[in-house]
């Protein structure tokens, strides 16, 4: 799957909002606006846009496929909402490949 058939992926699919789970919490998404909007369990906003979205695909893409939802390979990217962007990926795109 290419980067604009996921991100059209999304927009269909959090028309409303729909429950993730990072590895600590759970949150909903919902896509509004051309950005997604993260509401977690304390009641923290967080938006995601399409920019931020590529700059987590685009590295995905770079890691071996047993680390590209691992959290972990991410750390040192200073993007905030990099777990809540791996949670929505791992589950829209646990079967499909990457391009």
Do not use: C
Request: hydrophobic share 40%.
């Amino acid at each position: 799957m290419k980067f604009e058939e996921f991100w059209s992926l999304l927009a269909r699919e959090l028309a409303g909002p729909k429950q993730f789970a990072t590895q600590s919490k759970p949150f909903f998404a919902k896509y509004s606006g051309g950005r997604i909007i993260v509401t977690t369990s304390d009641g923290s906003l967080w938006t995601i846009d399409r920019s931020t979205m590529r700059q987590i695909w685009t590295k995905a893409l770079s890691l071996h496929e047993s680390m590209r939802f691992n959290h972990a390979s991410y750390n040192h990217d200073n993007i905030r909402t990099s777990s809540y962007i791996l949670s929505m990926m791992k589950s829209f795109l646990a079967e499909k490949q990457m391009e």
